[in-house]
């Protein structure tokens, strides 16, 4: 493999030389760019705060020093939030994909009668919305106040996702698949659930990771409609934690306080930031290769 890229690469012209490696270089800079943040806050989170402080860290640890993960840790509420988080995002994405699925496969029907005037005003929702205070007015008539709910019903079918998969499926499900079905008698369901289903793993890859993903990281919905705290999700808990050690530095002190204040907030920072992402980290691997392929796919056309 290595040499016949090799010899792909010596026959093309100077040119095309000159462009690829141009294109390597470019995308070198970028995937660092992007890289080492995430290696810096993974590094600090078990350096010395300290040495954070002062710079000296940069790619390796400084020091061990593992008193963030054992303060976030050690914190009974943070457990708690990740039993909520789990469970809203669970349940919230096999919500979104149960709705967003059919609908998607029903839009990209040339049969279904109106299709084009339902995806223009399905289409129009995602530049104009009702505000805050509708919503909040709407899930409040609805009694959905400081339940679960209340987090996953407003956002059951992002517009964008219902898009890509409708674009998928126009794309990818041949008619010629369907005329053979109804020949032997299939129905529109089962040849959904028979046919149409097992084709869409790339794009039930994508739509899957993006809802999980805006799940996971919610929460100004949490803090609108919640009060209960054992409803909090992880996302408010962390946050609380971190506004909870602002506000103990700010009320001041001897300059000793303040500097161990500031050095168990930079340790917290960390901790919290790689407590909060390591979930979503372990998951996106698995799930790569269908996200990658959904998203080149489901945008060819629509």
């Known amino acids: 493999m290595r040499a016949l890229i090799s010899s792909d690469f010596r026959r093309q012209s100077k040119g095309d030389k000159l462009f690829d490696i141009m294109n390597y270089i470019i995308l070198s800079v970028i995937l660092l760019v992007v890289l080492y943040p995430l290696i810096f806050i993974v590094v600090a989170s078990v350096s010395e705060p300290d040495a954070v402080a002062r710079g000296e860290v940069w790619l390796l640890p400084v020091g061990l020093n593992i008193d ?3 303060e976030v840790l050690k914190n009974t509420d943070i457990w708690q939030g990740y039993a909520n988080t ?4 669970v349940t919230g994405t096999l919500l979104n994909v149960c709705l967003t699925i059919p ?3 029903a839009l990209s029907r040339k049969e279904l009668v109106g299709r084009n005037l339902l995806m223009g005003m399905i289409t129009f929702t995602m530049f104009f919305g009702g505000g805050l205070i509708p919503t909040y007015l709407l899930v409040s008539g609805l009694h959905l106040n400081n339940t679960m709910w209340a987090l996953i019903i407003p956002g059951a079918i992002s517009v964008y996702n219902l898009i890509i998969s409708r674009s998928y499926f126009v794309s990818n499900i041949p008619e010629e698949l369907f005329e053979a079905g109804q020949m032997d008698g299939c129905s529109y369901f089962k040849f959904f659930f028979s046919v149409v289903l097992p084709l869409a793993k790339p794009i039930l890859g994508v739509i899957v990771l993006m809802y999980a993903v805006g799940h996971w990281n919610s929460y100004f919905n949490a803090l609108i409609y919640l009060r209960d705290r054992q409803l909090y999700p992880l996302q408010v808990i962390l946050r609380e934690i971190l506004i909870q050690q602002e506000a103990s530095m700010s009320m001041g002190g001897s300059a000793a306080s303040v500097m161990e ?4 907030a930079d340790m917290l920072k960390y901790g919290v930031i790689i407590v909060s ?5 372990c998951v996106y691997p698995f799930i790569q290769k269908y996200f990658v392929k959904g998203m080149m796919i489901g945008s060819v056309k629509g």
């Open 277 to 281: 992402t390591l979930p979503i980290l």
């Open 103 to 105: 609908a998607a496969y």
């Open 86 to 89: 789990i469970k809203y995002t």
């Open 68 to 70: 963030g993960y054992k």
């Open 261 to 264: 204040q500031q050095r168990i």
